[in-house]
Nanobody, 124 residues
Framework: QLQLVESGGGLVQPGGSLTLSCTAS????????IAWFRQTPGKERERVSC????????VHANSVKGRFTISRDDVKNTASLRMNNLKPEDTAVYYC?????????????????WGQGAQVTVSS
């Protein structure tokens, strides 16, 4: 079965840190560009970070630039999102997604595989 599984979500105080992990099973992650999206109730799912296959180029949304870091370990078949200095507005369900193209995309429909989502809540 081809799937992505996220882990590492939870409750954290403002200013705190969390690391989300995304593990692939049934396929080889090094052939895919990986992105992290997030979604809050009533809003569209938005891409926050992306890392390409091959060159491992990264891109981050302006709202998280300087606070979030995306990385990947193709040997372990995983990708991660390190989130520092978290703010209440970062509260959302976070999803990892994979597409076979070499470039990042903000279009949800261009990602072939999705994880089930991980809740991140930033609150005091």
């Amino acid at each position: 079965q081809l799937q992505l599984v996220e882990s590492g979500g939870g409750l954290v105080q403002p200013g705190g840190s969390l690391t989300l992990s995304c593990t692939a099973s049934g396929f080889t992650l090094n052939k895919y560009t990986i992105a992290w999206f997030r979604q809050t109730p009533g809003k569209e799912r938005e891409r926050v970070s992306c890392i390409t296959r091959g060159d491992h180029l990264t891109v981050h949304a302006n709202s998280v630039k300087g606070r979030f870091t995306i990385s990947r370990d193709d040997v372990k078949n995983t990708a991660s999102l390190r989130m520092n200095n978290l703010k209440p507005e970062d509260t959302a369900v976070y999803y990892c997604a994979a597409r076979s193209d070499i470039y990042c995309s903000q279009s949800l429909g261009e990602y072939s595989y999705w994880g089930q989502g991980a809740q991140v809540t930033v609150s005091s």
